[in-house]
Structures are given as structure tokens and as C-alpha cells.
């Protein structure tokens, strides 16, 4: 029985020590894109290098979803994962979910997490998006605005929506980062 009793103490301790591990960043829970299933940021992606992207479907920019795709599925396996965040903070986004899901799954392809329309700059702002900015000294400038987060849940860097995902100096970056988090896990 005291063995019993004992295991459970030190697998509750276990769980609180990890629940407290979890970086700022990820300590949100998030609906999906068009759906009504939610995805604790922590859970999902706590240990993973992340690329944040405030996205648009009426942009100059929404062709870096193909982009996004392509780096997603070039880097998934070495532990990115981007996260896509549509916003209408600067009038560029489809009015209903389901036309937001449609561009992005049938036109581009993606099939990285896209997760709910929500407001990334201004008084507005969601707080993981404000917690984005702090963290980072800058914000959100227009669509497509991308921040680069190491395992550790630390902004590594951010980058403009002028940055393509394929950009020599973001890609460089990109793989130091993942290098870095591969080398800490190891």
C-alpha cells in the first residue's frame, strides 16, 4: 500500500514538474481552423522549433502558403512545425473559416496547423500574440509576419512579410535553430 501511495505522490510531483517546464509561449490552447477540436500548444508542441505566421487568403503575399507547405514538409521530420494563424487585422481575410480552409487545403495544399482567425497586433491582440511581441521586441507588420521559436520556447528571431520561407538567411537560421534544439534533446 505505501508503495502504491508513494508512486502516485512522485508521478503527480512528475506531472507539475513538466506542466511547469512548459515555455510561456505554448501555455495557450487553441481552436483548430474551421472546426471545433482545440490543441493545447504545450502538449502538441512543447520540445519542437516552431515558426508562428500571422497568414491572409487575399494577399500579395498568400502565395508563401506553397512555400510555408514546402518548408514544413522539408523540415517536420527534424522537428519544425509551423503554425498559421489567420488574421483580418489588415482586411485581407476571407469572412468565414470554412472560405480560409478551403484556399489554404485546396489551393495551396497546407497541411500544417492553421488554427482560428484571431487579432495579432493593437489592443486587440491575442495574448499570444502580445506575448509574441514582448518576447520578441517587434510586432506584427502586415500579413505573413513570421517569428522563428526554439525548442525552448525563446524567439529566435522574426521576420517580415518581404521574408520568404525559402530565404537564404531565414533558411540558414532555420537549420542552426533546429540543429541547436536536435543537439540539446541528444
Not at 503527480?12 to 490552447?29: E, I, M, R, W, Y
Not at 483548430?32 to 502538449?43: G, Y
Not at 522539408?74 to 480552409?101: M, R
Amino acid at each position: 500500500m505505501k508503495i502504491r501511495l508513494l508512486a502516485l505522490i512522485l508521478s503527480l510531483a512528475t506531472a507539475g514538474v513538466s506542466a511547469n517546464q512548459c515555455p510561456d509561449l505554448l501555455k495557450f490552447v487553441k481552436r483548430k481552423l474551421n472546426s471545433q477540436d482545440t490543441v493545447n500548444l504545450c502538449d502538441e508542441y512543447q520540445g519542437k522549433t516552431l515558426l508562428f505566421v500571422n497568414t491572409a487568403s487575399y494577399c500579395g503575399f498568400t502565395p508563401q502558403f506553397e512555400g510555408l507547405e514546402k518548408l514544413y514538409a522539408d523540415y517536420q521530420d527534424k522537428g519544425l512545425v509551423v503554425l498559421g494563424f489567420p488574421s483580418h487585422d489588415f482586411n485581407q481575410e476571407a469572412d468565414s473559416e470554412s472560405k480560409t480552409a478551403e484556399l489554404c487545403e485546396l489551393t495551396y495544399g497546407v497541411k500544417f496547423p492553421m488554427f482560428e482567425p484571431m487579432a495579432v497586433r493593437g489592443d486587440d491582440a491575442d495574448p499570444l500574440y502580445r506575448m509574441l511581441e514582448a518576447k520578441s521586441g517587434t510586432s506584427v507588420k502586415w500579413n505573413f509576419y513570421k517569428y522563428l521559436v526554439n525548442a525552448n520556447g525563446e524567439v529566435v528571431e522574426s521576420y517580415s512579410s518581404f521574408t520568404k520561407p525559402q530565404d537564404k538567411d531565414f533558411i540558414e537560421t532555420l537549420e542552426k535553430t533546429l540543429n541547436q534544439d536536435s543537439e540539446v534533446k541528444g
